[in-house]
């Protein structure tokens, strides 16, 4: 069964540092994953998605995530936090079968500081 | 652009009562889902449907039930509400041409008192 873990449930930098949050993930097989952002009281927007192409997969507003299937991760980068990228983030895989569905991480909180 | 929309972004309901919660896509998607959001949890998958009257039960659908009698419309249903089906809850659709083209909605808001 495909799963993914999000390592750290809040994330604090301050704006102009660099931003990573950490996700693993379990498959059997070659997964398709994807980030998603939620901004406060906002609905959830595609960040980026991992096909199989590319492992350095560049996402909307500076963000990109490198898979890396040796260590089977899917971390979220940023080289420069700003003060609107504070959300909560959530690593996704898509559990394939009927209705190929999505299976979320727990969400990391991203909190940005001047 | 799909949309997919949910009536309410608020609700209160008593505890006992029967709710239900509406959902409404514009792209003729044939996968709908309903998810519930909780704080440290993520989103959970609730019951999902792949075409008209047809559902699958997801990982977490006790207490719930749906119905898919339309293409555009996945309705959501607490059959008696409980204190513990306060949440968010989402909805999401996506076609089956774009595999990764998933949809949500906005939220609705449940509060059980």
């Known amino acids: 069964a495909q799963s993914v873990t999000q390592l750290d449930s809040h994330v604090s930098v301050s704006e102009g540092t660099p931003v990573l949050l950490r996700c693993n993930y379990s498959s059997s097989y070659s997964p398709s994953l994807f980030w998603y952002v939620q901004h406060p009281n906002k609905g959830l927007q595609l960040l980026l998605k991992y096909t199989s192409a590319a492992t350095l997969v560049k996402g909307i507003n500076g963000f990109e995530a490198e898979f890396k299937k040796s260590e089977t991760s899917f971390h979220l980068t940023k080289p420069s936090a700003h003060m609107s990228d504070a959300a909560e983030y959530f690593c996704v895989v898509i559990k394939t079968g009927g209705g190929n569905k999505l299976t979320f991480g727990t969400g990391t909180q991203l909190k940005v500081e001047l | ?113």
């Open chain 2, 1 to 113: 652009d799909v949309k997919v929309t949910q009536s309410s972004r608020y609700l209160v309901k008593r505890t006992g009562e029967k709710v239900f919660l509406e959902c409404v896509q514009d792209m003729d998607h044939e996968n709908m889902f309903w998810y519930r959001q909780d704080p440290g949890l993520g989103l959970r998958l609730i019951y999902f449907s792949y075409d008209v009257k047809m559902k699958e039960k997801g990982d977490i659908p006790e207490g719930y039930s749906v119905s898919r009698e339309k293409k555009e419309r996945f309705s959501l249903i607490l059959e008696s509400a409980s204190t513990n089906q306060t949440s968010m809850y989402l909805c999401a659709s996506k076609g089956n041409v774009d595999y990764y083209g998933y949809t949500f909605g906005s939220g609705t808001r449940l509060t059980v008192v």
